[in-house]
T-cell receptor, first 115, second 112 residues
């Protein structure tokens, strides 16, 4: 149990376009979802914390208008990278937690390449 | 000062040996401690977590926590080449709504 599905796994987009990444908890209701970004050979950097039905809480330095997070239900959160630029190219990973379990469950990650 | 620190490695051990991975954290209020394994190009997968001082064993893995020293470690017994990966230490900082703060990871290579 506790499977988190992230889609797409890879995406290539042109500079200036927007890309939406979906994160779904398949067999549980996620109380909280988290979005991370990871550069090559670096650790995960938390971008934002998302709770269903409320606005996401962004970490310092993360642009809210560029990285739009929507958490419309207890099983789905989306991250939209707007007006993407090559420097946004990275590995984006979501995770989810639910009541009663201490650990976070990670999606498969999305490799975004902006050309 | 980084909140969660790990030796970046790389750490190399021969097959069958014990691999020892270390992690220190700065916030004394930290409550939960996690070890994740991440293969190249993949997302992290949980190995184990620990709350209380002492050792916790799960198969070939043992997590050790010393809150007084703000130190958590992971031992991998009978290391296998398939254990070669980056190991991430993560800490749940008190009052952070279950957010995890990750260390930079230790790259482990198990040599056949």
């Amino acid at each position: 149990g506790a499977v988190v599905s992230q889609h797409p796994s890879r995406v290539i987009c042109k500079s200036g376009t927007s890309v939406k990444i979906e994160c779904r908890s398949l067999d549980f209701q996620a109380t909280t979802m988290f979005w991370y970004r990871q550069f090559p050979k670096k650790s995960l950097m938390l971008m934002a914390t998302s709770n269903e039905g409320s606005k996401a809480t962004y970490e310092q330095g993360v642009e809210k208008d560029k990285f739009l997070i929507n958490h419309a239900s207890l099983t789905l959160s989306t991250l939209t990278v707007t007006s993407a630029h090559p420097e946004d190219s990275s590995f984006y990973i979501c995770s989810a937690t639910y009541f009663g379990r201490p650990e976070a469950f990670f999606g498969q990650g999305t490799r975004l390449t902006v050309v | 000062q980084k909140e969660v620190e790990q030796n970046s490695g790389p750490l190399s051990v021969p097959e069958g040996a014990i691999a020892s991975l270390n992690c220190t954290y700065s916030d004394r209020g930290s409550q939960s401690f996690f070890w994740y394994r991440q293969y190249s190009g993949k997302s992290p997968e949980l190995i184990m977590f620990i709350y209380s001082n002492g050792d916790k064993e799960d198969g070939r893995f043992t997590a050790q926590l010393n809150k007084a020293s703000q130190y958590v470690s992971l031992l991998i017994r009978d290391s296998q080449p398939s254990d070669s990966a980056t190991y991430l230490c993560a800490v749940n900082i008190a009052g952070s709504a279950r957010q995890l703060t990750f260390g930079s990871g230790t790259q482990l290579t198990v040599l056949p």
